[in-house]
């Protein structure tokens, strides 16, 4: 936590959209990669707005279970269109914070509008963790056939938690609403190895560029609509 603050709202001059980021299994908020990849999206115009979960603004390590995890996900998101109401939105997060996010999109709408739509975009993932390490299976991502927004996966070729070969037929089964962009070389945290000639903050802006045309994409086609 940073003095006590469970949330952050970073909003770049002339921001045109906004992200709602929860964090991982392991970190907060204020992890290195979540402040890295929000200051990425702030130079692309994306604002974000970055919360911890219950039992990380409490200080502990063990993560809350999806009853906790799940509400807490949406009250941010809610706090987040307060916070920004003339931001298009879309909602994400890293590893379990993106899992977490996409189990309450497929209870309903993150962010309900009057109509019964949702004011959330589309879900953005930085890692979805398809399964353990060691332990492949694609169980985890049986909810998301019940998400009704478009989904982008940001994946790392050398993620342990979500082999590609078992990871691409999901994205496929998903149909057009579903896109995966694969960084090369990055492995779970999106760290790569200096011989890949690359470097983490490479990778970061990678994903933010990747990120923020997606959503230019997904706004456009409802203006369109």
């Not at 911890?52 to 279970?65: E, H, I, Q, T, V």
């Not at 694609?138 to 996966?153: G, I, K, Y």
Request: with cysteine; charged share 20%; proline share 8%.
């Amino acid at each position: 936590m940073n003095g006590g603050q469970t949330e952050v709202l970073l909003r770049p001059d002339g921001a045109w959209s906004l992200l709602v980021l929860a964090h991982g299994a392991g970190a907060g908020m204020n992890h290195p990669f979540m402040e890295g990849v929000a200051a990425a999206l702030a130079r692309e115009g994306v604002a974000s707005y970055r919360f911890d979960f219950p039992y990380m603004a409490a200080g502990r390590k063990l993560p809350d279970r999806p009853p906790i995890l799940v509400p807490a996900v949406r009250q941010a998101v809610s706090a987040a269109q307060a916070a920004a109401p003339d931001l298009p939105l879309f909602a994400g997060g890293k590893s379990m914070g993106g899992r977490m996010t996409s189990t309450a999109a497929a209870e309903g709408p993150l962010c309900p509008r009057p109509d019964g739509g949702d004011r959330v975009r589309g879900l953005i993932f930085l890692g979805f963790p398809l399964h353990s390490p060691g332990k492949p299976g694609v169980v985890r991502a049986d909810h998301l056939d019940a998400v009704e927004l478009p989904v982008l996966f940001l994946q790392g070729d050398r993620d342990r938690l979500a082999h590609l070969e078992l990871l691409r037929p999901v994205v496929a089964r998903l149909g057009g609403r579903a896109t995966l962009h694969v960084a090369r070389g990055a492995d779970h945290g999106f760290h790569v190895l200096k011989r890949s000639g690359r470097s983490d903050e490479d990778v970061l802006q990678e994903l933010a560029a990747t990120a923020a045309t997606w959503m230019r994409r997904w706004i456009e086609s409802r203006r369109e609509a």
